[in-house]
């Protein structure tokens, strides 16, 4: 983050005069739909958002930092980009993925879930859940398998994940270089496929 | 049946002395009888004889191992033919040694195939092989190698021993020790004792010194070379071993160590003979010096023309011969090997072990810490004898003494630093609890420095609170330098059992100037403290302020700057007072450059305040604004051209083109759901801080 350490009197007081013409515009995105630790916390009460923080204050630090992370926030935006899914759908995503980090969701229902709250159909919930394991769960795995092994001891002989191999993450694709003449539409991209 | 002899201990002295008596040596006998002072000449006879007896047994003795030192020098180390049991030992070691070779080479290979192992490296066929060979062909020739040393030493040995002659004649011609007493027509050492007068007797103590160093220093060269052919033999039979470690690196060193041992025991004859042959030289020439020196002294007393009597000047030629033939023996040990080695580190340990057995060392050291103490002021006999004389202090007043307040402050420190050290002494072995501790600061008085010392040990122990702190800071309130020690005790055990540090430092009872460094000192503290800092208020910043000196002092400043990082609301409010500036852009400077932590750390009187959540806001609008936020949108890649009439985009830095509101609605553009800004995410940061404090974590959801 660019924090300038060396603010002059007149910088100072241009931005505290930006904000006193209007102090509730903050020029930044809404982006408490793609927050599992955020996609609530306008709308439940307060007794509720304490209960909440004081689960998350449980966690061990690495869950903590993927609940409260930016780069959470960019990949439920991409996941939203690449399933189309709307601003409803990002925020059930954002919660189910909350509550997996927060233990009171077990990866292995993770797909049912998802279908029944997205209201997808479960070829789709399969490739959102397989993302989600593979790219965002997979460096907390351990502490995942410990929580829902705390949480829910009767299933601790279940497999918590699966066992399938790890995809290597796709890696942003470099744009096509197609001549300004060709119709975009008739080449099929075949990378990554 | 075997021979009780604790119980017969008495019998076996009385033979003892029986065989002693036979040996004596003679002297005629003379009664005492009652002349004009038959008391003063019994006592002269009974001395003399004494003296004379002394004499014989240490002439004896010097003869005796002159006759062995003789003998011994002599003997060779390894003589032409070999020595059988040098000869088996010695193959047997070379047999063993030779086993490791087996190991040097699975060494070897291990290390070369696993070479990526840090430190293998210098284990592997690279390094090791050039030596294992050449130790493999000169293991077989270690003993000749060594016999060769020794009789290339044999030789230089030789030269001074042919010149040296018969030793045992020459040490006996030259030594008289009767030319050193009083009467020199006297022909024997009895006579001369005999002839002796009473005031002489100082004289006959410095031949009796000499004859004695004569003795040892015999002693010692007699000793030293005949160890050392044991040692040599020793290290004759072991040299395949020390061959073999030749080959490992970490043996490399006891290799070199063998060499310098062995070379240094060979040396160590030919450099003794060196020296010995130059005292014989300097004894042989005495005759030259005794005639010069008879020829220019007046009298033959000691007590007469001293500088020029001639016993002194023959004590003085025996006295360099004795330095020759010393340190001769020291010199040889020092030039062999000896030094730092085994052998004069044995010699200081046994001379210490005899003092301590004595119980000298153990005298010695009572006896410094005694004086220490006296010279201190402490006790009964301290108070008499030491300490600082009687109205020191007021006499350095009257007299103005520069720096005399000091001086006695210093002195204060002093003195109870032994006490200081006794008792934590005490503490530490658990016969001062700190019960004891407390009470003993309850009933002593601080500026005392027996008080004084035990309130210091409680303040590094913890067992003060800060009222009892503040009492012990007032009770030396004279002595700034004791203050400043007591804060500093107290700094260094981190203020521990001080709770309230700031009623310490703004205690109306600490206002006198003495207390402003203690006071400053605590002052910095509070502010680098957040806990302490948190605890701070308007009054107690602007009462801070002041006593560090005002507004512009650099303590002032750090003050205000530390706490400004703990409490940005109490600052930002004190400078938008003092230099009428908006309070939020105060704010905002104070809190601009802490990151999400320490935002998080800062207290909740803090996050209460509207100023500290505007100052927030301001921030996320300012990163918002430097690193904006995507809007959600349609996104042509770079060299993708929007179709026309579209409205107009934004050309992002990377080159694609952003139409925002148009959520992939666009042929030939992407869907596209916005990107977080900076603020946005610093949001996401102060989230992560505050998870573990709902209210400040409602504050951020508020933002």
Known sequence: MDIDNNLTQEQVDYEVSQFEQSPNVNWGMDFEYYSPFRVDAKNISEASWENFLQKVNMLSVPIKNILTDANTVEFIITLAEDFELSNDQSASISRVIRNVLIGDLLVNDLTTSISQKLTLDQDTAKQIRDSIVNNLLAPITEDIKKLQDEKFPETTNRPVMPSRPQTPKIPERPDLKIEQDINRNNVVDLRNK | ?703
């Open chain 2, 1 to 703: 049946m075997p021979i009780n002899y604790k119980k017969h201990k008495k019998l076996f002295l009385a033979i003892l002395f029986a065989i002693v008596l036979v040996f004596l040596p003679t002297h005629s006998a003379k009664a005492c009888v009652l002349g004009w002072d038959p008391i003063s000449t019994c006592i002269l006879e009974g001395t003399s004889y004494f003296v004379y007896l002394i004499f014989t047994i240490v002439g004896k003795g010097i003869v005796a191992l002159a006759g062995i030192l003789q003998l011994v020098i002599n003997i060779p180390v390894y003589p032409s033919g070999g020595i059988a049991v040098i000869d088996e030992s010695w193959k047997i070691m070379r047999n063993f040694a030779n086993m490791f070779f087996i190991v040097a080479l699975i060494l070897m290979a291990f290390a070369t195939i696993f070479d990526v192992i840090p430190g293998a490296a210098k284990y592997n066929a690279r390094a090791l092989f050039g030596r294992f060979l050449f130790t493999a062909l000169l293991i077989n020739f270690s003993l000749v190698l060594g016999v060769m040393v020794i009789q290339g030493t044999q030789v230089l040995s030789n030269t001074f021993l042919f010149s040296i002659g018969d030793m045992s004649g020459r040490l006996g011609q030259g030594l008289n020790p009767s030319l050193l007493l009083p009467n020199v027509s006297a022909t024997t050492a009895s006579q001369a004792v005999d002839q002796g007068i009473f005031g002489a007797l100082i004289s006959l103590v410095f031949a009796l010194v000499l004859a004695v160093t004569f003795l040892f220093s015999i002693l010692t060269a007699v000793i030293f070379t005949f160890i050392r052919i044991p040692i040599l033999w020793a290290l004759l039979v072991v040299s395949p071993i020390a061959w073999i470690l030749n080959v490992f690196p970490s043996g490399q060193g006891t290799f070199k160590k063998w060499w310098s041992t062995f070379i240094g025991w060979n040396m160590f004859l030919p450099i003794f003979l060196f020296f010995l042959y130059f005292g014989l030289y300097f004894l042989s020439q005495q005759d030259t010096v005794i005639k010069a020196i008879a020829g220019s002294s007046s009298t033959g007393s000691i007590l007469g023309d001293v500088a020029t009597s001639f016993t002194f000047q023959t004590l003085f030629m025996y006295i360099m011969a004795g330095i020759f033939l010393i340190g001769g023996t020291s010199v040889a040990m020092k030039a062999s090997m000896f030094s730092g080695t085994g052998v004069v580190g044995i010699a200081k340990w046994s001379r210490g072990v005899a003092a301590r057995r004595l119980g000298l060392t153990g005298l010695g050291q009572a006896a410094k810490e005694k004086q220490a103490e006296i010279m201190a002021g402490e006790g009964r006999l301290g108070r008499i004898f030491g300490g600082p004389p009687a109205g020191l202090e007021t006499s350095r007043k009257l007299f103005g003494v520069r720096g005399g307040d000091i001086k006695a402050q210093k002195e204060f420190l002093d003195r109870s630093k032994n006490d200081f050290d006794r008792f934590e002494n005490e503490y530490d072995t658990g016969k001062l609890s700190v019960a004891q501790l407390r009470a003993k600061v309850q009933s002593t008085k601080g500026d005392s420095a027996e008080g004084y010392a035990y309130r210091k040990l409680a303040i590094k122990k913890g067992a003060l609170d800060e009222r009892q702190f503040t009492d012990a800071l007032v009770s030396v309130k004279n002595n700034p330098l004791a203050i400043q020690e007591l804060v500093k005790t107290a700094k260094e055990s981190k203020f521990d059992g001080i709770k309230d540090l700031k009623s310490v430092a703004l205690d109306p009872r600490l206002d006198s100037p003495n207390f402003t460094p203690a006071k400053r000192e605590l002052l910095l503290n509070i502010g680098s403290d957040n806990k302490l800092a948190a605890k701070l208020d308007t009054a107690d910043v602007a009462k801070a302020v002041s006593i560090l000196g005002g507004e512009s002092t650099p303590e002032a400043k750090k003050f205000l700057l530390d706490v400004g990082g703990t409490r940005p609301d109490l600052i930002a409010q004190r400078k938008s007072i003092t230099s009428g500036t908006n309070i939020k852009g105060e704010m905002y400077k104070l809190i601009n450059t802490a990151d999400s932590k320490k935002l998080a750390d800062m207290p909740p009187q803090v996050w209460r305040d509207p100023t500290f959540q505007d100052a927030l806001k301001i921030k996320i609008q300012f990163l918002n604004r430097t690193n904006k936020a995507l809007p959600e949108g349609t996104l042509f890649p770079r060299g993708t051209t929007p179709p026309v009439g579209m409205p107009p985009g934004i050309t992002l830095p990377n080159g694609d083109i952003l139409i925002p509101g148009r959520p992939g609605a666009i042929p030939g553009g992407r869907k596209f759901k916005g990107r977080p800004g900076g603020g946005d995410k610093f949001k996401m940061q102060l989230d992560n801080a505050t998870t573990g404090n709902g209210f400040k974590n409602g504050v951020v959801a508020r933002l």
